[in-house]
């Protein structure tokens, strides 16, 4: 099961288009409340996609620069390498390595096709995997750029990631893209929310204070659908004039779960 949204699906202001995979993973992505108030190429830029298979569920969030089409290609490589069964998060480095080259090549492929300036659509991506079983909770994450992933655990939240200038579909060696690929894995505690958000989110709300908000956002949310919601509508109400893509896991997501 999964859901993706694409942002050139979703240009209008104001839009908020969220889709649930099920009561406890979903994603949602929007254009922004206000205009932006930089330079860009195209309205919405952002993608965002959520996979829940039998042994994990796969979050991927994008934040394209100087056109959509990088982000877009990032997701769907992602989603075809990772598949509609997501590894239970246990990939090896090496296998980070690998599917960020795989996603790179494939945005180099794409916008060499392009004239200027969707010629230099280049990405963020933020890659997460949450494995749940009767005996352990687990993620695994790996991200380029400024796209965030967040972990709640009880009343307070941890920003894993850093807010980086680095972005996919640049050449890079595979020792560079080792170098600025952030990435990492840990237990997770069983009430422990998941979230990947674009700086859409993390810019507004204040990079510093974003773990806490998320912490704040969805403790009591009755489901993944209004998770997102709140994280949409915080973004928004602090004036969020950029495009803001959010997929979330709550606990209790996969079997064995109680």
């Not at 406890?24 to 298979?53: F, M, Q, W």
């Not at 894995?185 to 422990?192: G, K, N, Q, R, V």
């Not at 659908?225 to 997929?247: I, K, S």
Request: proline letters at 5%; a negative charge.
């Amino acid at each position: 099961m999964q859901a993706v949204l694409w942002g050139h699906d979703h240009t209008e202001l104001g839009e908020v288009a969220i889709r649930a995979v099920s009561d406890d993973v979903a994603c949602g992505i929007t254009r922004g409340l206000v205009g932006k108030r930089y330079h860009h190429v195209d309205p919405n830029e952002d993608s965002v996609a959520a996979v829940v298979g039998p042994d994990a569920t796969l979050l991927v969030v994008a934040d394209g620069h100087n056109g959509a089409e990088a982000s877009d290609v990032a997701v769907a490589t992602v989603l075809e390498a990772l598949g509609p069964e997501p590894p239970a998060a246990d990939l090896a480095d090496d296998e980070l390595i690998d599917l960020f080259e795989r996603v790179g090549e494939a945005v180099l492929r794409r916008t060499t096709e392009l004239e200027p300036p969707n010629a230099e659509s280049r990405t963020t991506l933020s890659v997460v995997l949450v494995a749940d079983s009767s005996q352990v909770r687990r993620i695994q994450w790996a991200s380029m750029g400024d796209s965030a992933v967040i972990v709640t655990p009880g009343a307070s939240g941890a920003l894993l990631t850093e807010p980086r200038h680095h972005f996919v579909g640049y050449p890079m060696t595979r020792q560079h893209l080792a170098a600025r690929l952030q990435r990492g894995a840990m237990e997770l505690t069983p009430d422990a929310w998941v979230v990947a958000v674009t700086d859409g989110f993390t810019n507004f709300v204040g990079p510093r204070n974003a773990g806490r908000t998320v912490a704040e956002l969805v403790r009591d949310a009755p489901d993944a659908v209004a998770a997102v919601h709140r994280l949409v509508d915080r973004a928004g109400a602090m004036g969020a004039g950029d495009n803001v893509a959010v997929a979330v896991v709550r606990p209790r997501f996969l079997k064995g779960a109680s």
